[in-house]
């Protein structure tokens, strides 16, 4: 999430956990396979559903091979009625469960979901360059949810990146051709980073309801909006603005860090609220460029690497920590971007703009850290 004024951390808790092994089999739900031009290699995504067991112990468990071309994967539990969802346990083919708090590394309090985990949890390995999809069998357990997904991306080292985004817009203020301006912006910032976007051409929504939605993903209206979105790539929602109490200030959200990849759910998209980058009715191009290459960042895994209170970090060395101690100037308890100038404020997954002030003096965010770019371009939607 994005926001003016205050932060939404979604991370999701998981408990410490020990090793079993049990066996599983996957059955073939949907391939595609696309060939990039970019760098001549051919990545191979394809997303099946894990047959589970119940153990004696009381958690569920199942098992996924991960061929010797193995890139990145996305595990998912999902649970119906937007019930609570959570992995307990995720060991590699070397027997180290990363969700435990006890292995190095680990992705124990980061592993995502949605926002408090309704209905669906989600892993990603890569979600840092700590972690490997390595070859061989994974297994894992969860207690609570009805059915596990693995996306799995196969095929050659990526040395380059192309990721296809889908743009939608809702609303009757604002036209597809209004957000050229901002597309370009954020394609231009995540090119800058080595990775080229491929944006679909904007598919216009004109359902009423779908104007201003909740920012919660597991509302009706907005599970509705977002199931419409792409299974081959990133989709960005830019609905007219965010009903319901508590949106004021949002720029955007994400479903999760990272959300869903390849599976049409309530899950598969970011939000951008127009209203929220506009002065009358002129879209601020570069704020609202900055906000969608921001929401992307999260939806494919990234965090804030520094979250508001500025005690809070992502789980990558080396992005700029801004810490509260040293940089909370005025003792608000939040970290600005003008407070962590040089400290992280010219990232584009800080988690708040620079001022109006310090944009109209050309302040922006831009940048990627080494780490960021490789969560990206390992991401199992990128070819
Ligand atoms: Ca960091
Ligand atoms: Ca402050
Ligand atoms: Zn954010």
């Known amino acids: ?105 680990t992705l124990y309090g980061a592993a995502s979901g949605s926002t408090s985990g309704k209905g669906y949890a989600n892993v990603l390995v890569p979600q840092s360059p700590s972690f490997k999809a390595k070859a061989g069998t994974w297994t894992f357990k969860y207690i609570l949810g009805d059915r596990v997904k693995l996306a799995l991306r ?32 954020m394609s ?4 800058a980073n080595g990775i080229t976007l491929s944006i679909n051409s904007t598919i216009t929504i004109s359902d009423s309801q779908y104007a201003t939605v909740s920012k919660d993903f597991t509302d009706t209206t907005t599970s509705a909006l977002v199931s419409q979105g792409s299974t081959n790539a990133v989709n960005l929602f830019f609905i007219e603005d965010y009903a319901g109490s508590g949106s004021s200030g949002i720029l955007g959200n994400a479903a999760g860090m990272p959300g869903s990849m390849g599976i049409a759910n309530a899950w598969n998209g970011v939000l951008n609220s127009l209203t929220a980058h506009a002065s009358g009715s002129t879209l601020n191009e570069q704020l609202l460029g900055e906000t969608a290459a921001h929401e992307m960042g999260h939806q494919l895994g990234l965090y804030h690497p520094t979250e508001a209170n500025g005690t809070t970090f992502d789980i990558l060395s080396d992005t700029a920590e801004c810490s509260k101690s040293s940089r909370d100037n005025d003792s608000n308890g939040e970290v600005s971007a003008e407070e962590c100038e040089g400290f992280g404020a010219e990232n584009v997954m800080f988690w708040t703009p620079w001022s109006s002030s310090s944009r109209s003096a050309g302040k922006k965010q831009e940048t990627l850290s080494s780490h960021q770019r490789q969560v990206l371009k390992y991401s199992p939607i990128a070819k």
Do not use: H
């Not at 091979?65 to 346990?89: E, H, Q, R, T």
């Not at 990146?161 to 889908?166: E, L, P």
């Open 1 to 105: 999430m994005k926001t003016k004024l205050k932060l939404c951390l979604t991370c999701f808790i998981l408990i410490t956990t020990s090793l079993l092994l049990v066996a599983g089999c996957a059955k073939k739900e949907s391939i595609s396979t696309t060939t990039s031009s970019q760098d001549n290699s051919t990545s191979t995504f394809a997303v099946s559903e894990i047959t589970q067991t119940l153990g004696d112990d009381g958690y569920y468990n199942g098992s996924f091979v991960v061929p010797s071309n193995g890139i990145s994967f996305i595990l998912s539990v999902f649970k119906d009625n937007n019930g609570s969802a959570a992995f307990y346990s995720l060991s590699d083919p070397d027997s180290t469960d990363i969700l435990s708090s006890s292995s190095t590394p």
């Open 154 to 185: 196969t095929g050659t080292f990526p040395n380059a990146a192309t990721i296809f985004v889908q743009p939608y817009i809702t609303g009757t203020t604002w036209s597809a051709a209004d957000l050229n301006g901002a597309l370009s912006v």
């Open 188 to 191: 231009r910032i995540y090119s």
